[in-house]
């Protein structure tokens, strides 16, 4: 395991990154009954409270039904490489990633903490990079499939809603774009700056690290997949199923709590649009897609919902798939390790696979 390896191994790497959304948690709160005020008035708290607690104990639970069978999703594919995981560890993994996507951007998503922690269970960055990737595939893979029902269920209509969404949307990414390309400019300047002092010769120097570092993981990167390629397909279309299954919990939660308020569900329609929605937000910047998520959700859940639920209904749908899995997922890392057990990493992809 090399420098880098060692860097996303310890506990230095990962375990501060897995505290900053203990921050964001509340303010995320804060952020959903602002919304639900703003939409529904001082009535939403009331409206929010009479949901059947029923719907909403069925609601939390396909809330975090993700986290199994994401777990399943990585058992499979550290099986086929010969070096499987214990389950338990992996669901500890998926929450802790859940965590971590609180403090990136939509676009980022689970991916680095993710990766970083199987780095931790012994597997070369490469190969854990290749793991989680792996997992973007086929969710993205379910996406294209599920496209043309999204579009049948949700009928033309949703387009000029979507048009609207995106708008509010790309103004935002406009700034964004402008503080980074700022921010570029800034360390451009400080680079210069700094090569006039003399510290260059440190700066290649890590520079060089960093590429010979990145040539490695992209290497044992492309020697899982070409694997997956040549002996994969019997794990890929399983893990398929078990993504199917996950975001089919997943999107069913809007409806859940829909029908939890006594109003008609239109289930296909609810389930299209959280699709959607998961597609347009990868644009949000902000952690977790906070705000962006609750604008995206109510302009287009807007004109199948009476006007004073939609605050409501929005609320709901953001605690049970953001904050309470968030809050979850903190309580069960509070009260259990993340420290990995010994395990010899994984130097080589193809000996683990045939092996």
Known sequence: MGAWDRGLYSAAGVDPLLRRPLLLIPLSIGVTVLFMLVLSGADGFGAFLRIEPSSIAAALFLAIVPWFTDAARTFVWSSFLGRPVPYGRL?????????????APPFVGTVPVKTMLLVREGFSSGEALSLTTLSSLEDWIFYLAAAPFCVAAAGTAVFSDMQTAAQHTVRIVRWAALAVAVLGVVIFFVRRRLRGRGVSSSLHERWARFQRWSRGTAGDAISVYRLVARNGMAPFLLTLLLTSVQWGCRYSVAAVIVDG???????????????????????????????????????????????????????????????????LAALVLSCTSLRPERRQPVNDASHAADG
């Open 91 to 103: 669901l500890k993994v998926a929450a802790a990633s859940e965590l971590g996507a609180a403090v």
């Open 261 to 327: 308020m006594g109003l008609p569900a239109r289930p296909a329609i609810l389930f299209a649009l959280q699709i959607i929605i998961y597609c347009l937000s990868t644009i949000v910047p902000t952690p977790g897609g906070s705000g962006g998520a609750e604008v995206l959700f109510a302009l287009l859940h807007r004109p199948y919902l009476p006007g004073p639920s939609i605050g409501v209904v929005t609320a709901a749908w953001r605690f049970a798939t953001f904050s309470f899995p968030c809050l």
